[in-house]
């Protein structure tokens, strides 16, 4: 008998432009446009494995080897049922296509990363998900239109179905039918860039990204200004910055906005904070990298963000890593243990 399985893998990713407030929290639909660069890290995906057979009872998911509940109507439930909605328009065109659409499927994902390390497990997490059952139904869907049901796993999560520099864009349809990833470069067109993850924690953080930005749209006035005069104005500059590989500006950009996701998140009432003293210090220390080169007649070298925890961030080009990884064990002493530079990205921790 035929055996129906696919296994497929995804990426993280880390936002430049950040994501921060629904306004549409079933459909998953933002307040905002956001842009991310995806890690192209062997170390740092999400693996799932997807199986469709005719003998199981109910739809399962194992994350990590542990089984969790799919709730109904939930944001797994929802990617399953839209996945097997995709399916069954194949096979309507197709008479001959086994009916996958009906059968349970089990899901299995694995992290080859901390979940707790503040780095964004979901994001990988369901883009793999989307992406096993799109193999496993064989369906003809663009990574554009497979976004549009990964974003209603995480948001974020819609981003990790590319490579390279990816735009989230929010649409303004009530059904979401516009909200999805585009590519905006591949990563063959600005290889030089890496990024340097700090690990400076892995407690699991205190606010929860979806509770902590439902918060923030409904007490911070700061948000207003930021979703209406800030952030489309970064995104085409940011763009520009990418298709021109112009670091400084890309890297301007990428830091303000870290700094006003921060500042919005502290206007929020209760306040919440997700950077730490050493967070903080890991700033202070690239800011002052950067006017060093600056004064000396040269550019803005490097880079930093900030997603919703203490973790840092730090995008620069490649040559660059030589002078930041001695000066971040040097200030930071206790960073014994950190993974040279892989593949294109690298990655560091600083714990
Ligand atoms: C981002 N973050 O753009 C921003 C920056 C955190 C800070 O996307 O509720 O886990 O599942 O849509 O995708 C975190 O938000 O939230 C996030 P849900 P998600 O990467």
Redesign the pocket.
């Known amino acids: 008998m035929a055996v129906y399985q696919a296994t497929t893998s995804a990426p993280v990713?880390?936002?430049c432009i950040?994501?921060?407030g629904?306004r549409d929290t079933k459909l998953?639909l933002p307040t905002n446009s956001?842009l991310?660069v995806t890690l192209d890290q062997d170390h740092l995906r999400s693996t799932t494995t997807s199986r469709a057979d005719p003998s199981f009872s109910k739809d399962r998911l194992w994350l990590n080897g542990k089984e969790e509940e799919i709730k109904e109507g939930g944001r797994t439930a929802t990617c399953i049922k839209e996945m097997k909605s995709l399916r069954k328009q194949v096979e309507d065109a197709n008479p001959n296509e086994p009916k996958l659409s009906t059968y349970p499927v089990h899901i299995c994902s694995r992290n080859n990363f901390p979940t707790a390390a503040g780095l964004?497990s979901?994001?990988a997490g369901f883009a793999a998900l989307v992406s096993s059952l799109a193999a496993l139904y064989a369906l003809p869907a663009s990574p554009s239109q497979l976004s549009l049901i990964s974003r209603q796993g995480?948001?974020?999560?819609c981003r990790s179905l590319f490579g390279g520099f990816v735009a989230w864009e929010m649409g303004t349809a009530a059904d979401g039918s516009d909200s999805y990833a585009v590519e905006v470069a591949p990563q063959s067109h600005w290889p030089e860039i890496h990024a340097l993850i700090c690990v400076v924690s892995d407690d699991k953080k205190g606010t929860s990204?979806?509770a902590g930005?439902q918060r923030t749209v409904e007490t911070s006035p700061l948000l207003q200004h930021r979703i209406k005069h800030v952030v489309p104005e970064r995104m085409k500059a940011i763009k520009e910055a990418i298709l021109a590989k112009d670091f400084d500006t890309f890297a301007k950009i990428t830091m303000q906005d870290s700094n006003q996701?921060h500042a919005v998140a502290l206007d929020t009432d209760p306040p919440i904070f997700y950077m730490n003293d050493v967070s903080r210090a890991i700033i202070a220390l690239i800011v002052e990298y950067n006017r060093l080169s600056v004064e000396n007649g040269g550019k803005v070298k490097a880079a930093y963000t900030y997603?919703?925890g203490p973790n840092a961030v730090i995008y620069t080009p490649k040559e660059n890593l030589k002078e930041i990884i001695p000066l971040i064990l040097k200030y930071f002493p206790q960073a014994e243990k950190y993974n040279d530079h892989l593949g294109l990205f690298g990655t560091a921790s600083v714990d």
Request: charged share 15%; glycine share 4%; aromatic share 14%.
């Open positions: 990713n880390i936002a950040k994501y921060w629904k998953i956001s991310s964004a979901s994001a995480s948001g974020s999560a990204s979806t930005m996701f997603d919703a």
